[in-house]
């Protein structure tokens, strides 16, 4: 799977959209782009993943740049809720799909 | 619909000695994945099971072996522990067909070892 590249940390304020960067220079054609979090003190769990288009669920928006080298996940109004460690991983489509090769995320602090 | 489980939540063992991990996978899921999670860092990918056969393994000894039974629970077991073996260990269940699909973890169990 292709390496992603995130900063380390975020900070944001409560309500107000937060937007959380990832670049994957080297992603293939068929690497999907997904989203995982993870709360304090749990496991991680799935946000959202896309391909080309936009994409849109009731956690979050992904947004994916036209050369797919880059994408962003937005949060679009953060609660203090959303305070975790968030993962952009590169899945191959179709294949070893148990493997989900984490880096270290994006730490992001929200303040009240 | 139940969420997938791990027991125990906390363990200290000794060095060299072994360790059994259990996961019990949410309903309709076929596929098992087990991750080890050290301190400050992204979770590393041990193997997964599906329908009881080991289907991948990442860089980790021999000494780390499953079982997935035909529930589709399951156990990492860990032989010789090593002081570096101490990491917070998941698992995660998932339904392995055609498509993309998302993997629900557990809450993980905490291994210390002295």
């Known amino acids: ?112 | 619909e139940t969420g997938v489980t791990q027991s125990p939540t906390h363990l200290i063992k000794t060095r060299g000695q072994q360790v059994t991990l259990r996961c019990s996978s949410q309903s309709g899921h076929n596929t098992v994945s087990w991750y080890q999670q050290a301190l400050g860092q992204g979770p590393q990918f041990i193997f997964q099971y599906y329908r009881e056969e080991e289907n991948g393994r990442g860089n980790f000894p021999p000494r780390f072996s499953g079982l997935q039974f035909p529930n589709y629970s399951s156990e990492l077991n860990v032989n010789a522990l090593e002081l570096d073996d101490s990491a917070l260990y998941l698992c995660a269940s998932s339904y392995l067909g055609t498509g993309i699909y998302e993997q629900y973890f557990g809450p993980g169990t905490r291994l210390t070892v002295t």
């Open chain 1, 1 to 112: 799977d292709a390496k992603t590249t995130q900063p380390n940390s975020m900070e944001s304020n409560e309500e107000e959209p937060v937007h959380l960067p990832c670049n994957h220079s080297t992603i293939s054609g068929t690497d999907y782009i997904h989203w995982y979090r993870q709360l304090p003190s749990q496991g991680p769990e799935y946000v959202i993943h896309g391909l080309t288009s936009n994409v849109n669920n009731r956690m979050a928006s992904l947004a994916i740049a036209e050369d797919r080298k880059s994408s962003t996940l937005i949060l679009h109004r953060a609660t203090l809720r959303d305070a975790a460690v968030y993962y952009c991983i590169l899945r191959l489509y179709g294949g070893s799909q148990g493997n989900l090769i984490f880096g270290k995320g994006t730490k992001l602090s929200v303040k009240p």
